[in-house]
């Protein structure tokens, strides 16, 4: 009788301990992951990546494999939305993952990164393939990687788009093109976060990435709430450079009026390869990398869940 008594007493402290390993379990990112995505979208096989070429269709494919092998579903008939630019046939990649809440799942939020680059720079060392790895792969295979953590976990309550963005580097081209599209639609957008050069930590900085727009809503402290540590901070050469207008993040901020931001970790000091051919996977620091799509799931969680509209727009 005594040992029932102590099996029914610990009974509650060993599910709630299994509970607690199961969740931290379900937070785990491989680096290995990681590097093998990034090994492949900043190969010289893709060629740069640039809009209309065939090393950006190779990206694309890889993509649409990588949603389609785990269970992410296209939200328009197919995962592309192809548009049309100076004779040139682009296209946007677009996961989807509807939310578990009956009434929160007809809200969305938008996690993207741009997928494209500019091709070819100027030789260096007989290399002249931009391969793009910082730029903007890095922020491309974050977005891979919590489409593949929310489709197993199904730890969502309002609905996710997975957006990976062609025609960047032509001027925002493709994410105007998708943000004009889902306008039509219409959906209930929430919040858009767009992911930009996540590939190297901040030099000197208090926190692990900065946001765009900063003053513009209450994101950056609202994220780190709901990640319990100072993730994401204030860049002033952000400001500066007008950076908030200058990423996949403005379309939809300008279309929809909503808190549409872009978060980074380059910050003008820590990376010189910008649009060079020695933006390379080399050049990365994984460590870092796999670090912050790590410490961003519970920043997310918080964003994609809340009860009610938390983040909100300054203006």
């Given at each position: 009788m005594k040992k029932i008594y102590a099996l029914l007493f610990f009974?509650?402290?060993?599910?709630?301990?299994?509970?607690?390993?199961?969740?931290?379990?379900?937070?785990?990112?491989?680096?290995?992951?990681?590097?093998?995505?990034?090994?492949?979208l900043a190969s010289d096989a893709l060629e740069g990546r640039k809009t209309g070429s065939e090393g950006l269709e190779k990206a694309a494919v890889y993509m649409e494999s990588f949603f389609r092998s785990h269970?992410?579903?296209?939200?328009?008939?197919t995962y592309r939305d192809s548009f049309k630019l100076k004779g040139l046939v682009g296209y946007n990649i677009v996961g989807y993952i509807e939310g578990q809440d009956p009434m929160?799942?007809?809200?969305?939020?938008?996690?993207?990164?741009?997928?494209?680059?500019?091709?070819?720079?100027?030789?260096?060392?007989?290399?002249?393939?931009?391969?793009?790895a910082n730029d903007d792969a890095s922020g491309t295979v974050a977005v891979l990687e919590w489409a593949k953590y929310f489709a197993k976990t199904k730890s969502n309550k309002r609905s996710i788009l997975f957006t990976l963005y062609d025609a960047e580097e032509m001027g925002l081209k493709g994410s105007e093109h998708l943000a004009n599209r889902l306008k039509k639609q219409p959906i209930d957008l929430y919040t858009m976060i767009n992911f930009e050069m996540i590939g190297v930590p901040l030099a000197n900085h208090e926190t692990m990435a900065y946001i765009t727009g900063y003053k513009k809503s209450n994101m950056a402290n609202q994220l780190?709430?709901?990640?319990?540590?100072?993730?994401?901070?204030?860049?002033?050469?952000?400001?500066?450079?007008?950076?908030?207008?200058?990423?996949?993040?403005?379309?939809?901020?300008?279309?929809?009026?909503?808190?549409?931001?872009?978060?980074?970790?380059?910050?003008?000091?820590?990376?010189?390869?910008?649009?060079?051919?020695?933006?390379?996977?080399?050049?990365?620091?994984?460590d870092h990398m796999t670090t912050f799509i790590q410490k961003m799931i519970p920043a997310l969680e918080g964003m994609i869940n809340s009860e009610k509209k938390e983040i909100t727009l300054h203006e």
């Open positions: 009974l509650p402290i060993l599910i709630c301990g299994a509970q607690e390993k199961q969740n931290q379990s379900k937070h785990v990112i491989l680096k290995e992951s990681v590097e093998k995505h990034m090994n492949y269970d992410i579903k296209p939200f328009f008939q929160l799942k007809n809200e969305f939020v938008i996690l993207g990164a741009h997928y494209d680059h500019i091709g070819f720079a100027r030789k260096v060392n007989g290399d002249t393939i931009a391969n793009g780190n709430s709901y990640a319990h540590e100072e993730l994401i901070g204030f860049l002033p050469q952000a400001k500066a450079y007008g950076l908030f207008k200058r990423s996949d993040n403005y379309p939809f901020y300008k279309t929809f009026k909503v808190p549409a931001q872009a978060i980074s970790t380059f910050d003008f000091s820590n990376y010189e390869y910008y649009h060079h051919v020695d933006d390379e996977v080399e050049a990365l620091d994984f």
